[in-house]
Structure formats: structure tokens, C-alpha cells
């Protein structure tokens, strides 16, 4: 008898590319993505698939930005997940995209006095979490959300890139 193909996979298929020379300053920057996608695909039982990133600068950044969702300047990261497909494939699940900007990670760590390698690793997790389906478009999304980011932070031992501006709010 044939066992059956397993549905799930121990974690998702990471690819990533570097699409700026800028990143060539951060060496660790490809190990951070993938060890922080991983962590984050372990807090969710590690769901199936494959996922796309792309280390870039700011100018593809705010081009993406402005075609896709109108707002025509750079930001840290974008996701875009991508459309369930219609019947089952032998081949990993697409589960989408993740961008993310150099420059504006850079002045972000700058502004916040935050660790580059640990801010990418944020961004890493959060874009993942937004291509499983998690959003922070109302208050208890986005505190739904962000408790799942701190938790993954936390347990991959970085900061919670939380807890700085609450306790500002306390």
C-alpha cells in the first residue's frame, strides 16, 4: 500500500532574492529572513507552501507602494498573498510575496534606536503573518496580531518591537 502524500511540509519553501546591492552591507540579512519566516511558520503549525522575498531599496518599494495600493512613497515592507488556487497541485501552495525596503529600514532603526538585523527580523515575521491572513486594519486585529509578533520575536530570543512604545502609552 502507498502512503499518501503528506499535506503539510515542516516548514513553508523560503526563496529569496536580493534585488539592491544595498543589502550586501547586512551578509546576515538572507539567514535573518529565512530563521524569522521559519519561526514565525512554527507558531502557526507550519502551514504548507512557498513563499517569495525580496530584499530591495526604496525606489522598487514605493513603486510597488504606489501601483498596488496607491500611496506613492517607499515603506519597510508589503505583502502580497497570493489567491488560493481553485483545485489541489502537486507542487507547494504559493502563499505569496514579501518586500522589503533597505533604505527605510535603515532610518527606521536610526530614528527608533532600534538593531538592524533585529527590525529586518521583525518585518520578516510581520509581512509573513499578513500572508496568513492577519491584519491591523481595527484595533483588535492589529492587538491580535501584534501579540503573535512579539511571542515569535520573543521566542526566536530578539526583542519585542512592542514593548518600547508601550510602555510610552503606560
Known amino acids: 500500500m502507498t502512503p499518501l502524500p503528506s499535506r503539510r511540509s515542516a516548514t513553508p519553501q523560503i526563496d529569496i532574492e536580493l534585488a539592491s546591492p544595498l543589502w550586501a552591507a547586512q551578509p546576515l540579512a538572507v539567514a535573518t529572513v529565512r530563521n524569522a519566516i521559519q519561526a514565525a511558520a512554527a507558531a502557526l503549525a507550519n502551514p504548507a507552501g512557498e513563499v517569495s522575498v525580496v530584499l530591495t531599496d526604496d525606489a522598487e518599494i514605493r513603486t510597488l ?7 506613492d512613497k517607499p515603506t519597510n515592507v508589503l505583502s502580497f ?3 488560493k488556487p481553485a483545485s ?9 510575496d514579501i518586500v522589503i525596503a533597505y533604505e527605510t529600514l ?32 481595527t484595533e483588535d486585529q492589529a ?4 501579540s503573535l509578533e512579539s511571542r515569535i520575536m520573543t521566542l526566536m530570543q530578539m526583542p519585542d518591537p512592542y514593548l518600547a512604545r508601550d510602555l510610552e502609552r503606560s
Open 65 to 71: 507602494n504606489r501601483d498596488w495600493r496607491g500611496i
Open 81 to 83: 498573498p497570493a489567491a
Open 88 to 96: 489541489k497541485q502537486a507542487a507547494p501552495e504559493l502563499l505569496g
Open 106 to 137: 535603515g532610518r527606521e532603526c536610526a530614528d527608533e534606536d532600534r538593531i538592524f538585523l533585529h527590525h529586518l527580523a521583525h518585518l520578516a515575521v510581520h509581512g509573513f503573518l499578513h500572508l496568513m491572513g492577519y491584519d491591523h486594519q
Open 143 to 146: 492587538d491580535k496580531m501584534e
